[in-house]
């Protein structure tokens, strides 16, 4: 059961501008969410976090929004750099269910 | 401060037998978790372990079983290989809690083959 999924399996910015990549849940019970960055033959490495008592968090050139009516968040990068190129993961959890869901990924390509 | 260690790298087995690979997580983190990460899919959670017990588990069978040891290693051990496990086992550790809400570092993983 995929409980969060990336609809966009890669996405192709240029260098400067901002990349936004979605992710979307099901379950109404998620209370707390993550992107991870991976770069290949390396784990994946925390970007940001936030929780469901916000509605954005930001952090330099990345920021976070959660639509929880929309069960929507999406993570936007500005302005992008060719270092940002990874595949980025969308992660929720829930605070009394010790478990997290993974989305499958998003390939970010920033060109230069 | 060393991060988190994956042995091995590589790995190939065949169906039916039986794999242990190894997770060294970073000093004075006594929770650990495991995640199966099939191609083209994100990590799924295995199960996770604190301070040698363990605290939650996901949607895995009984074959799927791990240790944690005091000295911040670990292990997961899959018995009767399946084709389907065919995938890269990642471990990450966090410093101090069970809630996912600690930020978990992960490990570089290890790629299991199953003939």
């Known amino acids: 059961d995929q409980q969060v999924k990336q609809n966009s399996p890669s996405l192709s910015v240029q260098e400067g501008r901002i990349s936004i990549l979605n992710c979307d849940y099901t379950?109404?019970?998620?209370?707390?969410f993550l992107w991870y960055k991976k770069y290949p033959a390396e784990g994946p490495t925390f970007l940001i976090s936030i929780s469901s008592i916000k509605d954005k968090n930001e952090d330099g050139r990345f920021t976070v929004f959660l639509n929880k009516s929309a069960k929507h968040l999406s993570l936007h990068i500005v302005p992008s750099q060719p270092g940002d190129s990874a595949v980025y993961f969308c992660a929720a959890s829930a605070r009394n269910n010790n478990d997290m869901r993974f989305g499958a990924g998003t390939r970010l390509t920033v060109k230069p | 401060e060393t991060g988190v260690t994956q042995s091995p790298t590589h790995l190939i087995k065949t169906r039916g037998q039986q794999v242990t690979l190894r997770c060294s997580s970073q000093?004075?983190?006594?929770?650990v978790s495991w995640y199966q990460q099939a191609l083209g899919q994100g990590p799924q959670f295995i199960f996770q372990y604190y301070r040698e017990e363990e605290n939650g588990r996901g949607n895995f069978p009984p074959r799927f079983s791990g240790l944690q040891f005091p000295n911040y290693s670990s292990e997961l051990n899959v018995n009767a290989l399946e084709l389907d496990d065919s995938a890269l086992y990642l471990c990450?550790?966090?410093?101090?809690?069970?809630?996912?809400?600690?930020?978990?570092?992960f490990g570089p993983g290890t790629r299991l083959t199953v003939l």
């Open positions: 990450a550790s966090s410093p101090t809690g069970t809630s996912f809400t600690d930020t978990q570092y």
């Open positions: 379950n109404s019970m998620f209370d707390y």
């Open positions: 000093s004075g983190h006594n929770t």
